[in-house]
């Protein structure tokens, strides 16, 4: 169980980790505008537009994260393949982001999918 609750301490940190690289780029654009930081968010392009892209879908993620958490839980299905798909599903996350960063957009979809397929098998090994 411990496991689960490092994984969920993870998908609860990586959406605010994933927003550094786009404050250093609103940073490199004039300085961090925090009176209005969404609006010169909107105005990146580039690496920097990918990063808020990456930033925002991990926000997505983390609400199937935790679904597939709570269903889980619920259940009682807590044991090694559930906390391997879990980890599984935070490494791709990580490695999601850095796709976007990098702009591979083939392989980070398939990531991607990887990803929501660990959640997927999560819930249905929990039936």
Same mark, same amino acid.
């Given at each position: 169980?411990?496991? =689960?609750?490092?994984? *969920? %301490?993870a998908m609860m940190l990586l959406p605010y980790l994933a927003k550094i690289p786009v404050a250093i780029y609103q940073q490199k654009a004039g300085g961090y505008d925090n009176h209005m930081p969404r609006q010169q968010q909107a105005s990146l392009t580039g =690496?920097?537009?990918? *990063? %808020?892209?990456a930033h925002q879908n991990?926000?997505?993620a983390a609400i199937m994260f935790a679904i597939a958490f709570a269903v889980a839980v619920a259940t009682q299905n807590t044991g090694g393949t559930i906390q391997g798909l879990f980890?599984?599903?935070?490494?791709l996350r990580v490695l999601y982001c850095v796709l976007y960063w990098l702009d591979v957009s083939t392989l980070r979809s398939i990531v991607w999918g990887l990803a929501l397929?660990?959640?997927?098998?999560?819930v249905g090994l929990s039936l």
């Amino acid at each position: 169980m411990t496991t =689960l609750i490092y994984c *969920a %301490l993870a998908m609860m940190l990586l959406p605010y980790l994933a927003k550094i690289p786009v404050a250093i780029y609103q940073q490199k654009a004039g300085g961090y505008d925090n009176h209005m930081p969404r609006q010169q968010q909107a105005s990146l392009t580039g =690496l920097g537009a990918r *990063a %808020l892209a990456a930033h925002q879908n991990t926000f997505e993620a983390a609400i199937m994260f935790a679904i597939a958490f709570a269903v889980a839980v619920a259940t009682q299905n807590t044991g090694g393949t559930i906390q391997g798909l879990f980890i599984g599903f935070i490494v791709l996350r990580v490695l999601y982001c850095v796709l976007y960063w990098l702009d591979v957009s083939t392989l980070r979809s398939i990531v991607w999918g990887l990803a929501l397929g660990c959640l997927l098998v999560v819930v249905g090994l929990s039936l």
